[in-house]
């Protein structure tokens, strides 16, 4: 079966393109090619460098580059490290890394590894991104048991903090960056559900070290899910791959099976990205 037989079987919605921009005046070009410039060697220093280094790498005198900075920070394209007095890459760039990631169609790419997973666990597998400071869930595939997860329509989610896919996106952003996305605070669903800040960077520390995140009934009640942030060349969050399953079957064997699937997925596609994920071998388009 081909690639559009098995995206005809998984929900799919893509978010609004963005409003075009106002244009820029003659004289702005200067500043606008400068900003660039700066942006360009935050990503060219790994993410995340000093206002010294940056004023080094691009010969821009430090106040320049600290009035070009202070202005990529309002606007969220940079954010500032206050502990180690650094600026890191912004949420903002995401958002046009996902813009980027349409015109390649990121669905229709993670159809085949959805399938995968689905077919391997039997469980509801749903692919989420982050669109400015929103989390979006943008395709969806149903589970293949009798009994099953209710997970809602596509859309925004309004519990990145609490749900697996949220939680492994959040993981890899600049504190800053975290606390923007969950702007509206972070509400409790369950009594698991995490709402304190300390406790959250807590579990995210886990999410880096593991690899992956899991929300124990944190959003709903008999569910666990597990989920994996799918990263480009760059190492930014594109998105992430999640599944779903009722605590009833929820033993260790099967979650392992699921944690593997899920894992082994966002690692052979973040690879095709151009990430740094295992050369995992792209999964046929459709089961045999």
Not at 151 to 174: E, V, Y
Not at 235 to 257: C, F, K, Q, W
């Amino acid at each position: 079966m081909d690639h559009s037989a098995v995206r005809s079987r998984i929900a799919i919605t893509l978010p609004e393109p963005a409003t075009p921009p106002e244009r820029t005046e003659r004289h702005g070009i200067q500043s606008v090619d400068r900003a660039i410039t700066l942006i360009e060697a935050i990503a060219e220093a790994g993410g995340e460098t000093t206002l010294t280094e940056l004023s080094h790498r691009t010969k821009l005198n430090i106040s320049t580059c600290h009035h070009l900075l202070s202005t990529l920070v309002q606007r969220g394209y940079v954010a500032k490290v206050p502990v180690r007095r650094s600026y890191a890459l912004g949420a903002r760039i995401l958002y046009l890394s996902n813009a980027c990631l349409r015109q390649v169609d990121l669905p229709a790419r993670a159809a085949p590894f959805i399938e995968q997973i689905n077919e391997k666990t039997g469980e509801t597998v749903h692919l989420a991104v982050l669109q400015g400071d929103a989390m979006m869930k943008v395709a969806k595939r149903e589970s293949r048991h009798p009994v099953r997860v209710d997970t809602g329509a596509l859309g925004k989610t309004d519990a990145p903090h609490a749900t697996a896919s949220g939680k492994a996106m959040l993981a890899w952003l600049p504190e800053d960056d975290m606390k923007r996305v969950l702007a509206h605070g972070m509400a409790r669903f369950t009594p698991k559900t995490i709402t304190e800040w300390p406790d959250l960077l807590e579990a995210l520390r886990h999410v880096r070290r593991n690899g992956y995140a899991v929300d124990h009934e944190e959003y709903q009640p008999g569910v666990i899910c597990v989920g994996a942030a799918i990263r480009d060349h760059n190492g930014a969050v594109v998105g992430a791959i999640s599944a779903s399953t009722p605590t009833m079957r929820a033993n260790d064997e099967h979650l392992g099976l699921v944690r593997e699937q899920v894992v082994s997925a966002v690692r052979a596609l973040s690879a095709e990205l151009g990430g740094s994920g295992s050369q995992v071998q792209r999964p046929p388009a459709a089961a045999e």
